[in-house]
Each structure stands twice: as C-alpha cells, then as structure tokens.
C-alpha cells in the first residue's frame, strides 16, 4: 500500500447491465499524465503497485515517457523527477527512462529544467517554444488499480460510487490501523501575542523526537503525539537558528493513549517556555488509504464515504451536481486525523478530507463517467 509491471494504464472493469436507475460504467484508459502549457505535454503512463518484494529485483520499474511540443517530440530537454535529475536529456523521440520503485503508492513529480539543448526534427527551439516547455510539468503515478466500479443515481440525486482497490496481483492494500494521536494548541508571547514559523517539538524517554508543522499566523501548530507512557515528555520550542525549553527542564505529563490539547508561551526575556496543562481532545491519528475523485483539478469532498475493507472494498457517495459529469481518481496514503473510530469498511470521518492534494499524491490515472440524472 512481484512480476515487472506491464500494465500501462488503469481499466476499469466493465459490466454490461442496466437496471432502473442502476449502471455499470467503465474507466477511461487514461494512457498519459500530463499538464500542458503552450501545447508542451509530458506523457508518461501511470504504473499499477505490486507487493514488495523481498528479493528487491522486481520492485522497480523502467518508465518511459514523452516530452511534445505541438504533438512534436522534442529532443535534448533535461529534466528532473522528484528532484532528480536524469542523467540522459531526451532522445531524437522525445523519450526518457526513469526506475520508479511500484511497491508503494507514490506520485513522482516531473519538471523541465533547462531547455538550452532542445531540438524538434534537429532544429533549436525559439524563445516561445522554449518557454512552453519551461512552464510543462507532470508527473509519474503508481497507484492501487481501481476495478468493480459501480455507479447508481439516489433518490436525491446524488451518485453511489462503489469499488474495488488491489495490487496488481489481486492482494489487497493494508487496511486503517491506529498509528498515532494528535498534539494541538497555539504558541503566544508573554504579551498574548500568536508567535509564527515555530516549531513545536515533544519527546519521550523511549520514542524519538516529534515535530509540528510550523505555527502559523494565528500560532496554532498540530504534531503527533505518542502519549503511551506515563513519564514526562520534553517539550521544545525552535526555528531555525532558535531553541527554547521549560524552565528547569520539567517535563509534561499527558493524557495516556488520548489526543490532547496544549499551549505553549515563550517568553524570550528568559529564553524559556511554559505550557498549559494538557486537555484530552476526541480523536487519533490512522495510517489510512483515502480512495476519491477530483473534477476541475480539485479533490471532490464526498456527502459520505466508507474506509475500504480489508478485502478492498469501498463506497462514497458524490453530490448530485456531478451528474453526468467525468472525474479521475486519486489515492492517497496518508496519516488521517478522525475523531470517529476508523476501521476497515467504517464509515470515514471526512472532518479533514482534503481540499487540495501534495504533489506526491497519485491523480488523474483513469477516469470515471458518472451518470447523469433522469
């Protein structure tokens, strides 16, 4: 969440069958990932996982791709996949190789990174040509292949969608297990000022150090929380060239096995801080696999949705303004925060269902028609 991957894009399985407001659809082959700009397009085919294996010979796969201009390969254009830079520019066709691990669910970025040695039929590329390519980007895409997919319109009007996430060899991918709980609160000065770009860092006597995204402008921070000791925690506050601790290093106690809730003040007259008692908040933190659509290249918030099972299986219910309307999928491997218990076939407390999705998150693999209302 094996044989060298051979399938180059994701089907979905086609059902023939109508019946009263209830359809089987099939997927679109999407055969490329791409962004275009200027009529530059980067075309690679999105990669279905397999389960690791041990041997490590067959956990990667050789990924070739297509940089376009105007539906004309160009070569000579250096380029960088997740931050690394091919060694190869590309070839007469256009094409480039890159070994993308497929044992795990991951979206490779790619970008243009200099252009300077681009050709079309052996001849440089002018200005225009040369900035198109610069601002086309794309990505690789190593997802769960999506199959069973059912759609059916509801009583009031919205979509039903129902299916099926595998391996490439049928095994199913790990199901919502506990991974964590969650630490939140707001960092203020002594003058009840919120303190920004902080980090807020806890540590126990048997886990390492855990730290918050940094605060933002209201000062609120959110960071794990690994509270299965009944010893206290260090707690530390730092920037970059800053670091802060309680005075006299006295450690916090927090709720066991709960999320919680803390503040933390800096007073930089003494270089320390101090902190709020601990408060236990509802909900944990689940390594979790969110399945969902996007449409105008923003994730679609479902009414509702259901963790897949440990077979797979998986619901959600879309707004009926998507009637008729075709979207793509995502899958993201994630730590979710849920203040509902979160088990496999549950329902999905979607309190924190994303708005927008990290670069590294597979997309637009395949394509799905929903339909339209009667």
């Given at each position: 969440?094996?044989?060298?991957?051979?399938?180059?894009?994701?089907?979905?399985?086609?059902?023939?069958?109508?019946?009263?407001?209830?359809?089987?659809?099939?997927?679109?082959?999407?055969?490329?990932?791409?962004?275009?700009?200027?009529?530059?397009?980067?075309?690679?085919?999105?990669?279905?996982?397999?389960?690791?294996?041990?041997?490590?010979?067959?956990?990667?796969?050789?990924?070739?791709?297509?940089?376009?201009?105007?539906?004309?390969?160009?070569?000579?254009?250096?380029?960088?996949?997740?931050?690394?830079?091919?060694?190869?520019?590309?070839?007469?066709?256009?094409?480039?190789?890159?070994?993308?691990?497929?044992?795990?669910?991951?979206?490779?970025?790619?970008?243009?990174?200099?252009?300077?040695?681009?050709?079309?039929?052996?001849?440089?590329?002018?200005?225009?040509?040369?900035?198109?390519?610069?601002?086309?980007?794309?990505?690789?895409?190593?997802?769960?292949?999506?199959?069973?997919?059912?759609?059916?319109?509801?009583?009031?009007?919205?979509?039903?969608?129902?299916?099926?996430?595998?391996?490439?060899?049928?095994?199913?991918?790990?199901?919502?297990?506990?991974?964590?709980?969650?630490?939140?609160?707001?960092?203020?000065?002594?003058?009840?000022?919120?303190?920004?770009?902080?980090?807020?860092?806890?540590?126990?006597?048997?886990f390492r150090w855990t730290f918050s995204q940094p605060t933002d402008a209201q000062g609120h921070y959110?960071?794990?929380?690994?509270?299965?000791?009944?010893?206290?925690?260090?707690?530390?506050?730092?920037?970059?060239?800053?670091?802060?601790?309680?005075?006299?290093?006295?450690?916090?106690?927090?709720?066991?096995?709960?999320?919680?809730?803390?503040?933390?003040?800096?007073?930089?007259?003494?270089?320390?801080?101090?902190?709020?008692?601990?408060?236990?908040?509802?909900?944990?933190?689940?390594?979790?696999?969110?399945?969902?659509?996007?449409?105008?290249?923003?994730?679609?918030?479902?009414?509702?949705?259901?963790?897949?099972?440990?077979?797979?299986?998986?619901?959600?219910?879309?707004?009926?303004?998507?009637?008729?309307?075709?979207?793509?999928?995502?899958?993201?491997?994630?730590?979710?925060?849920?203040?509902?218990?979160?088990?496999?076939?549950?329902?999905?407390?979607?309190?924190?269902?994303?708005?927008?999705?990290?670069?590294?998150?597979?997309?637009?693999?395949?394509?799905?028609?929903?339909?339209?209302?009667?």
């Amino acid at each position: 969440m094996g044989a060298l991957i051979r399938r180059s894009a994701l089907v979905l399985s086609l059902i023939a069958c109508t019946l009263g407001l209830i359809w089987c659809f099939s997927g679109a082959i999407v055969e490329a990932s791409t962004q275009e700009q200027g009529g530059a397009e980067i075309s690679v085919p999105p990669v279905t996982a397999t389960l690791w294996s041990v041997q490590g010979t067959n956990n990667i796969t050789d990924v070739q791709g297509q940089v376009t201009l105007d539906s004309q390969p160009v070569a000579g254009v250096q380029l960088a996949i997740a931050d690394y830079r091919l060694p190869k520019l590309t070839d007469e066709q256009g094409h480039f190789v890159f070994p993308a691990d497929n044992s795990y669910i991951h979206r490779y970025p790619i970008v243009v990174t200099d252009v300077t040695s681009a050709t079309i039929q052996g001849k440089k590329l002018n200005q225009t040509q040369q900035a198109a390519l610069e601002n086309t980007s794309g990505g690789i895409s190593v997802h769960y292949l999506i199959t069973d997919v059912v759609t059916s319109v509801q009583a009031d009007g919205s979509i039903s969608v129902t299916g099926a996430i595998q391996f490439a060899n049928g095994a199913a991918p790990p199901p919502v297990v506990l991974y964590s709980y969650r630490l939140t609160g707001t960092v203020e000065d002594t003058s009840g000022q919120p303190v920004k770009n902080l980090y807020v860092g806890t540590n126990s006597t048997e886990f390492r150090w855990t730290f918050s995204q940094p605060t933002d402008a209201q000062g609120h921070y959110t960071s794990l929380l690994w509270s299965t000791e009944t010893t206290p925690f260090n707690v530390l506050l730092l920037s970059s060239s800053e670091a802060y601790t309680t005075a006299n290093g006295k450690g916090v106690l927090f709720p066991l096995y709960q999320s919680a809730a803390m503040d933390v003040i800096l007073d930089r007259s003494t270089g320390t801080i101090s902190v709020t008692n601990p408060i236990t908040i509802p909900g944990k933190i689940y390594d979790a696999l969110l399945v969902g659509v996007m449409h105008n290249g923003k994730p679609v918030r479902p009414l509702s949705a259901t963790w897949p099972t440990t077979t797979g299986q998986f619901q959600m219910v879309l707004p009926s303004q998507l009637a008729g309307q075709t979207v793509s999928w995502w899958q993201w491997e994630t730590n979710y925060f849920s203040t509902n218990l979160a088990e496999p076939g549950g329902a999905l407390d979607l309190g924190e269902w994303p708005t927008a999705l990290d670069p590294f998150v597979p997309r637009d693999f395949a394509t799905l028609t929903l339909p339209a209302h009667r």
